[in-house]
């Protein structure tokens, strides 16, 4: 391993933070962090005022990939600037300690909903209620670590979703490192398909799965939305976590039909301006949006698949 570290950090706007996050978690050693500047994700109150920037970090080993690695960053980060605004790239070095402890200093224990509670796994020492349901999380270089407005908000909507429903379908459609999967399937989900078109993340899905002790209730796999619509597979709930301009894609591909009539789909990634050009791509590709759940700028939307009559 690697004794010294890159880390490669963006300053920008909450628009254009999930596009960064994305860029990076092609290369980052261990996730992304993003970070409301000042403040943390989990200690947002009501009083606090809307974001205006948030800071985007990704951390790498310095060895012979380097090099092209910056390269690579700087040239995908002058191509979005093209299209958004987004920022520039700011490069220091770290020393392996350093690194850990940076890492390791954004990412925290975090409780969510009613009784989740997010456990990074090189934390031990931790005060466990009896109705908490842990998950022991690393996300190596898959993206989600609980930490992003939009993974809490998903993490409770699939929580409230769940309750008293045991043995549902669940489809976790870009899964990253299986934050919601696991969270599904711990909270009584009898199945869940969790893909995603990243290699890196179904492994760190599949290991954290191992983790947690749910890896016979999720199957992970390499897939996309047209692996679903090929099968013959429908779900009850399907976990969509991704972007909006992702989501719009996916509904004139057919999003709807991966849900059973009176199936819900919960979809995140989204920021406030962008709720209702979703809402309209989701009642167009047949689903009925129902719901809203906000955390400053994030928006999760909730949409049924109608009964047929």
Request: glycine share 8%; charged share 25%.
């Amino acid at each position: 391993m690697s004794s010294q570290w890159m880390e490669v950090k963006v300053e920008t706007d909450p628009e254009s933070a999930e596009s960064v996050a994305d860029l990076f978690q092609r290369f980052g050693h261990q996730g992304v962090l993003i970070e409301r500047e000042g403040f943390a994700f989990e200690v947002w109150e009501e009083d606090v005022p809307p974001p205006t920037k948030y800071i985007v970090r990704a951390y790498f080993p310095l060895d012979e990939r380097t090099s092209d690695i910056k390269q690579q960053i700087q040239d995908a980060l002058r191509y979005l600037n093209m299209i958004q605004p987004v920022g520039e790239a700011v490069f220091s070095t770290l020393d392996e300690q350093d690194w850990a402890e940076a890492w390791k200093k954004h990412y925290q224990p975090l409780r969510v909903g009613q009784h989740l509670l997010i456990r990074p796994r090189w934390i031990t020492d931790l005060e466990i209620e009896p109705e908490d349901i842990v998950i022991s999380l690393d996300p190596g270089m898959a993206f989600g670590t609980g930490t992003h407005p939009s993974t809490q908000l998903c993490l409770e909507a699939t929580e409230e979703l769940q309750k008293n429903r045991p043995s549902l379908r669940v489809l976790d459609l870009g899964c990253g490192s299986g934050i919601l999967s696991i969270a599904a399937a711990k909270l009584g989900a009898v199945e869940v398909v969790a893909l995603d078109t990243d290699p890196i993340a179904v492994k760190t899905t599949i290991e954290n799965a191992e983790e947690n002790n749910v890896s016979e209730q999720i199957q992970a796999l390499e897939g996309s939305l047209e692996t679903v619509l090929r099968s013959a597979r429908r779900f009850d709930i399907a976990l969509v976590n991704i972007l909006a301009k992702v989501i719009i894609q996916m509904c004139d591909q057919g999003l709807g039909q991966i849900l059973r009539p009176g199936g819900i789909g919960v979809f995140g990634g989204i920021i406030t301006e962008q709720a209702e050009e979703v809402e309209t791509a989701l009642r167009q590709t047949g689903l009925e949006p129902y719901k809203r759940r906000i955390s400053g700028e994030w928006v999760v939307i909730e949409a049924r698949r109608p009964i047929e009559k």
